[in-house]
């Protein structure tokens, strides 16, 4: 599990991070700080592997601290959650080795991509002692335009980050409908049944309309079109 320490003195939204942090798989909360004396505390005693950490707070400033943590050369990642949205800041926090950067107000399904990204380098590091230039390329880097040939544009109003994420879920669940692809990601129905019509059209998956009591309903199955499916991830 990936340990997760939330550093914001707004008790709203502290409580709405925790509570997003609980959505998501392969996460557990360390504890919920208001201020940059008590994050130092838990950081000297106790493991974490990721901060959400906002800028603004009483006695201390959430750049200052990811500073500090980089100089102190801690095994620590961070995601910036905050109001402050004008660039030196931004800048700021990317050069301290910020991993992401939500400006509030956000939605649930922004939180999730920026946590399922850190997941998956995570994975990725501790699971491999060394890695070749193709999974440097491609498991922690985007690459740049044009540069994989292979590499295929999406739909207009799809998003690579929100087919990442409903792709995971169609794998497992392997036969699904729309209303539980919403449910499992949080995702709403009308842009869950976007990306599956999409998917149905690349031939990734088999779309049926079952008739019962009521609406029909679009029943799905995964076919496991995974050359074709590369090309768009």
Sequence with gaps: MIKVLIIEDDPMVAEFNKRYLEKVEGFTLVDVVNSVKEAKLILDTQQVDLILLDVFMPAGNGLELLSDIRERGLAVDA??????????????????????????????????QALLRFKEKYSVFNRNENLSQ???????????????????????????????????????????????????????????RKYLVFLTEINVLEESLIYGIGRPVYQYSYIENEKVLQGYL
Aim: glycine share 4%; charged share 30%.
């Design 79 to 112: 995601i910036l959650i905050t109001a402050a949205s004008d660039t030196e800041k931004i800048q700021s926090a990317l050069r301290f080795g910020a991993i992401d950067y939500l400006i509030k107000p956000f939605e649930f399904e922004r939180f999730k």
């Design 134 to 192: 193709a999974e440097i390329d491609e498991r922690l880097f985007e690459p740049e335009s044009g540069q994989k040939e292979s590499q295929k544009s999406l739909p207009k109003g799809l998003t690579k980050s929100t087919l990442h994420i409903i792709i995971e879920k169609v794998r497992e669940l392997k036969q699904f409908s729309t209303d539980e692809i919403a449910e499992h990601t949080n995702i709403s129905r009308v842009s869950v």
